[in-house]
T-cell receptor
Framework: AQTVTQSQPEMSVQEAETVTLSCTYD???????LFWYKQPPSRQMILVIR??????QNATENRFSVNFQKAAKSFSLKISDSQLGDAAMYFC???????????FGTGTRLQVTL | GAGVSQSPSNKVTEKGKDVELRCDPI?????LYWYRQRLGQGLEFLIY????????KSGLPSDRFSAERTGESVSTLTIQRTQQEDSAVYLC????????????FGDGTRLSIL
């Protein structure tokens, strides 16, 4: 079975600094997708970034980028120039090309301080 | 609508009662998912609908849980004879198709069983 592990229950970063959230996963599939979702207190899940496993290039979305290490099964999220609005729970998630359901990690709570 | 709409936003009911939760997906999205999020935890997959194919019910925790979707429209998740452990936020998501496409989430229904 596929599993997603987020080993950092909580992280803190100062405004304007950079922070990296860790995620590892376990799969025997070759065709899969990885995601980072953000969940603020409003509880809506917001897609931050998506990575297709067959693409070697790391995905980027403005201040958000990933470090995708396929052999190591690692998918970390880097947030640059952190803003107060980045404070939220961040979930790493996985799906395959055939089984579309998302498997989520347990989340990392990110605090942003002044 | 512009996004995934869920109703009610909050539901409080007594143990043993039946509840029905509704999800209206983004127009044109063929795939629809239900997830459950217990307090302080990640999301657990419940059920997945893709077009007119048979749904993937592999995540339903017991036979008290069922869901329906007609075509590519509204879905309802029904929980019969509710138990206290059913208390959670129930999140619905839709995507343009299956197979790793980004899932767009609603705001969820917070279900509290007294």
């Amino acid at each position: 079975a596929q599993t997603v592990t987020q080993s950092q229950p909580e992280m803190s970063v100062q405004e304007a600094e950079t922070v990296t959230l860790s995620c590892t996963y376990d799969t025997s599939e070759s065709d899969y997708y990885l995601f980072w979702y953000k969940q603020p207190p409003s509880r809506q899940m917001i897609l931050v970034i998506r990575q297709e496993a067959y693409k070697q290039q790391n995905a980027t979305e403005n201040r958000f980028s990933v470090n995708f290490q396929k052999a190591a099964k690692s998918f970390s999220l880097k947030i640059s120039d952190s803003q107060l609005g980045d404070a939220a729970m961040y979930f790493c998630a996985y799906s395959t090309g055939t089984a579309s359901k998302l498997t989520f990690g347990t989340g990392t709570r990110l605090q942003v301080t002044l | 609508g512009a996004g995934v709409s869920q109703s009610p936003s909050n539901k409080v009911t007594e143990k043993g009662k039946d509840v029905e939760l509704r999800c209206d997906p983004i127009s044109g999205h063929t795939a629809l998912y239900w997830y459950r999020q217990r307090l302080g935890q990640g999301l657990e997959f419940l059920i997945y609908f893709q077009g007119n194919s048979a749904p993937d019910k592999s995540g339903l925790p017991s036979d008290r849980f069922s869901a329906e979707r007609t075509g590519e429209s509204v879905s309802t998740l029904t929980i019969q004879r509710t138990q206290q452990e059913d208390s959670a936020v129930y999140l619905c998501a839709s995507s343009s198709s299956g197979g790793g496409q980004p899932q767009h989430f609603g705001d969820g229904t917070r279900l509290s069983i007294l």
